[in-house]
């Protein structure tokens, strides 16, 4: 074989085994990607047993720890309907009632299930409150 | 003060930006421009001569091999240093 | 003195645009001196944006509230260091820092290259003015650093408790030089295309950028991560979170670049590729900057107005089509002037190494961007967790690590396959004895890739080392040294060569160390009462005491929590006493009133205060989240709400120390994250020996040690004859 054609053998089996890879990648994100989803979608369409990606505000007065279980229940971010479900694993230090949240859920026996160690809390780059003119030091 | 601190650094970013202005001049010569780029190409293919010495000295080569390379090196080299003589003289690098 | 910045804003924008224009005029007509006058803008925009920051700085420093900026970051009782570093915690202070550094950043490149790329360079400098002239833009139309109330507010809302670190304050300034440092290769290579000029002078100039970048992104990263680490609640130093891997796709590429770099410098090839990756690098830079500072993705990071999104999509749509409609129209200056002269030669393991950091870059991409692929293609968004990059990342990771192994014993453009054969046997005798040394100690338990790793890794270190011996060695046959010396000075000669080995080293390091912390962790969350103790891994940790402090505003660790409580632990081994372990909570003022009067004192943002035993062998990690909600403490917490007035908080911070009093009398469980993690110090200290060996690589070598060579071969056949052709050609010395 000729060094140019040895060289477009290299090219095209190169590209081959680049397109192939690239395929595999792509394939499997979109069979283990989880869904996100807003807590009124996830109320209308969500499936039992299947994964998603649950993002809304911590919904004020729902927070609850038992034990080594965590209950709260997630909001829109603009509307009422909330989700309420039991997390278990580690918390951040940002989470707090009315603070932005992703947490990875699934749907068993009616209830939401938060996964090990998924919820994530925004991090504020600045306190969403005002200074009041109460303070005086 | 805002004001005046402004209009300092007005007139400074006038003054900085604007003396060239004043002194027109034509584009200097390409010659210099591919001097400079022979210039680079004659230390980078010295390096690579140094290297492929470097290679050899440390059993990456056999001596056929080096010898092979090192001479396509230094004929590329000398292809350089032609190019560098014909614009003018020769300048070595400093010692 | 908001106005002197404010004006600032505008004369810099006024500058911009004048700068643009003057260079492009000076370099189509060959007005020389508009195109200096166009370079001198680029200084005069660093003088300009100096002062708009010292204004912001001093703003800070002076706490006047007066900025809204400053109120909605700083407060009175935020510490000095932390009120300077304030200024880039917010969108406005964030742009305005990074026009700065920008307009640093090119002024110093600008001058050291002065004399040189005189036809580049005026299309880089109107190139690095847009840039500054689109921040500058977003900073006067979107988000300015200079608006202000009138009447001040007597105190700020104070900076963010998880911010209060040291090296969060150095992270942004770092990571935004990286950022900016990639704009100047992007800027000087569009400039090389427009003036049809991609040459040796562009490649010497370009290295030097493109590695300034890479180290400062790459410092930048690792700051993060150490900070991620010891100061985040969590334990891990990687999450796979967009920000993150924002930053990661241009070192990636950046590191790409420098090697595919060489081999354009040796055999005039990859061009194309080349400035590709060079434009990719500062658009991934850009890519980077927007993910961090809109809310377009999901994660931690993610803060900023959505008002800056649409200018950023705009920005980078027209940075792609502009890189790709210039290299298309030269592409007749970018033909290969060579081909690879063999496959076993060190410029295809580059060429391999840049696939394979390429392939990453791209897993990356796909990964984050995922969301958003998702949403356009199916009309649901969906992302991919740590898992899913984990499963691509780590075994393109392993190929990385072994051709950084490989190549080093492979001689550039055609080494010879026996000699090759011949050097592998050290290296792979090192992974070998690696290998059985685990198997015997029993490590292998099921974690593969792990092994894997560290084989790989003691291939890289035997491979290196035998280049260090070899090198030493025929140093001191001439030069009769000592082999300290003889290594001094084996380095000193060839700084780019072995000083690359060291970055080598370091990138093997760290990721011996990244194997080990997650393959073989242990970790355990549980409620433990004080008295009682539990295994994680090989260690005991019992729970002593709790703590419980009030600290008053100005207190000694400038945490300025109100109040923090806390645990001892005591950390054991086989009955022998470890470390004392202190981790605690603080509890941050939050002021709003609707807490109670007592309540906002301790209702801000809480932050755990990590406390880690770190070892050559392994870090013993801890964190503490306290429960307050025991019926005890919340009555007490009730009393005092009800009785104290809001306009009283040193009668509030009394009845906060009764209820510190109340927990450590009788303190309920806490719940208790633990870790032990092995090897993570070699994760920074790998990262140290890659900054120690990128500054030995680019330091330039003293005059004196550049030599000359004996060119006196005329032509290949005369390859024995070595007859100099004139004197003045120099000599020839190793």
Redesign the interface.
């Known amino acids: 074989m000729s ?1 140019a054609r040895k ?1 477009t053998v290299r090219l095209v089996v ?1 590209l081959s085994a ?1 397109v192939i ?2 395929s595999a ?2 394939y ?3 069979s ?5 989803v807003t807590p009124s979608q996830l109320v209308r369409e969500g499936v039992a047993g299947r994964e998603y ?1 649950l ?1 809304g505000k911590v919904k004020a007065g729902s927070v609850r ?1 038992e ?2 279980t965590l209950d709260f229940a997630v909001q829109d971010r603009a509307g009422e309907a909330a989700v309420p479900l039991s997390y278990t ?6 989470f ?1 009632e009315g603070r932005e949240v ?1 947490v ?1 859920v699934v749907k068993r026996d009616g209830r939401y299930i938060g996964q090990r ?2 919820l ?8 969403k ?9 | 003060m805002a004001v005046l601190l402004t209009l300092v650094l007005l007139a400074a970013v006038i003054a900085i930006v604007g003396s060239p202005l004043l002194r027109p001049r034509s584009a200097p010569a390409g010659e210099a421009a591919d001097r400079a780029e022979l210039q680079s190409a004659r230390e980078a293919k010295y390096r690579e001569i140094r290297d492929a010495e470097l290679d050899y000295r440390t059993g990456k080569l056999s001596r056929e091999d080096y010898e092979a390379v090192d001479a396509s090196l230094r004929a590329e080299a000398l292809v350089i240093l032609d190019a560098l003589e014909a614009l003018g003289i020769e300048k070595p690098p400093a010692a | 003195m908001p106005e002197l910045g404010r004006a600032c804003l505008l004369l810099a924008l006024g500058v911009c645009a004048y700068g643009i224009g003057a260079s492009l005029y000076g370099v189509r007509r060959g007005r020389v001196e508009f195109a200096l006058s166009g370079r001198r803008s680029v200084y005069a925009l660093a003088c300009i944006l100096t002062v708009a920051f010292a204004v912001l700085e001093l703003a800070f420093l002076r706490s006047d509230f007066s900025f809204n900026t400053v ?3 700083s407060s ?1 009782t935020t510490p000095t260091f932390y009120k300077a570093a304030a200024v880039w ?3 406005e202070g964030s742009l305005l820092l990074w026009a700065w550094l920008l307009s640093l950043w090119s002024s110093l490149v600008l001058f050291l290259t002065r004399r040189r790329l005189r036809e580049e360079s005026p299309y880089a400098v109107a190139i690095l003015l847009g840039f500054a002239g689109f921040f500058i833009s977003l900073m006067i139309f979107y988000a300015t650093p200079f608006a202000t109330t009138n009447p001040a ?6 900076l ?1 408790p ?1 911010l209060r670190h040291p090296s969060m304050m150095i992270h942004p300034p770092m990571l935004y030089s990286g950022y900016t440092l990639c704009i100047v290769p992007l800027a000087f290579g569009m400039g090389a295309l427009l003036a049809r000029k991609v040459d040796a002078e562009w490649i010497r100039a370009t290295r030097r950028f493109a590695l300034a970048a890479w180290l400062f992104l790459g410092v930048g990263i690792m700051l993060g991560a150490r900070w991620s680490y010891s100061e ?3 334990g891990g130093y990687w999450g796979w979170d967009a920000v993150e891997n924002a930053s990661l796709m241009p070192w990636l590429t950046g590191t790409a670049f420098l090697h595919s770099l060489m081999i354009q410098e040796k055999r005039g090839m990859l061009k194309v590729w080349n400035v590709s990756l060079v434009l990719a690098t500062g658009v991934l830079a850009i890519m980077g900057t927007f993910l961090v500072r809109s809310g377009i993705l ?7 107005g959505a008002t800056l999104g649409v200018p950023f999509v705009v920005l980078i749509g027209v940075l792609i089509a502009a890189s790709i409609y210039v290299v298309y129209t030269r592409r007749d200056i970018l033909a290969s002037e060579h ?1 690879l002269d063999s496959l076993l030669s060190r410029e295809a393991i580059f060429l391999a190494n840049n ?1 394979v950091l390429v ?1 990453l870059c ?2 990356i991409f ?2 984050t961007y ?2 958003l692929i ?1 949403e356009a293609l199916t009309g ?6 740590p ?2 990059f984990d ?2 990342t780590v075994p393109l990771a392993l190929v990385l690590v072994l051709l950084s192994g490989i190549g080093p014993v492979i001689a550039w453009r055609r080494a010879t396959l026996a000699n090759a054969r011949r050097n592998f046997l050290v290296p792979l005798a090192c992974a070998l004895i690696v290998l059985l040394a685990l198997l015997a100690a029993g490590v292998s338990t099921g974690k593969p890739l792990a092994i894997a790793m560290f084989c790989c890794a003691a291939f890289v270190l035997g491979s290196i080392g035998q280049e260090y011996w070899r090198g030493t060695r025929l140093r001191r046959s001439s030069s009769g040294e000592a082999p300290p010396l003889a290594l001094l000075a084996l380095v000193r000669r060839n700084r780019r060569r072995y000083g690359g080995y060291i970055v080598h080293v370091g990138i093997a390091v760290l990721f011996v160390g990244v194997a080990a912390s997650s393959s073989f962790q242990h970790a355990s ?3 433990l009462s004080p008295g009682h103790s539990t295994k994680v891994g090989a260690y005991t940790v019992r729970y002593v005491r709790p703590t419980g402090t009030i600290t008053s ?1 100005e207190d000694a660790a400038h945490t300025g929590a109100t109040m923090s409580l806390g645990a001892v632990l005591d950390v054991s081994k086989d009955g022998r006493h470890v470390a004392t372990l202190t981790p605690s909570e603080g509890f941050y003022d ?4 609707s807490q109670g009067s007592v309540g906002h004192l301790i209702g ?5 205060h990590v406390s880690m035993d770190g070892g050559v062998t392994r870090d013993v990690w801890s964190a503490i ?1 306290p ?1 307050m ?1 025991t019926p005890r403490l919340l009555r007490v917490m009730n009393i005092a709400n009800k009785t104290i007035p ?2 009283r ?1 040193d009668e509030g911070m009394i009845a906060l120390a009764v209820l510190v009093r109340e927990y450590l009398k009788a303190p309920p469980p806490a719940q208790f ?1 633990l870790i032990v993690s092995p090897l993570v110090l070699w994760i920074w200290i790998g990262g140290l020996i890659v900054v120690g060996g990128a500054l030995i690589a680019a330091w330039p070598a003293p005059s004196a040690v550049r030599r000359r060579v004996r060119v006196g071969a005329r032509s290949a056949e005369d390859r024995l004859d070595r007859q100099p052709r004139s004197p003045e050609r120099g000599l020839a010395r190793v």
């Not at chain 3, 649901?380 to 967790?385: E, L, P, T």
């Open positions: 060094p060289r190169a680049a890879l690239a990648l792509i499997t994100s979109f283990a990607a989880s869904p996100t990606q993002t720890r034990g080594q694993g580690q918390v951040p230090d940002p707090k992703i990875t160690d998924s994530i809390t925004k991090c504020p780059s600045k306190y409150v005002t200074p009041s003119k109460d303070k005086t030091y | 109120a909605d970051t009175t915690s917010s969108q507010p007597a105190d700020g809302v104070g963010d998880l985040l609640g969590w999901s994660s931690i990071h993610a803060f900023g081909r696939i392939g791209f897993v796909w990964g995922f969301p998702s649901h968004s969906a992302s991919v967790g898992p899913w499963r691509y969350e549980l409620s505003k939050s002021g709003e009133p801000g943002q809480a932050v755990s989240a429960d909600s809001l306009v908080p994250h």
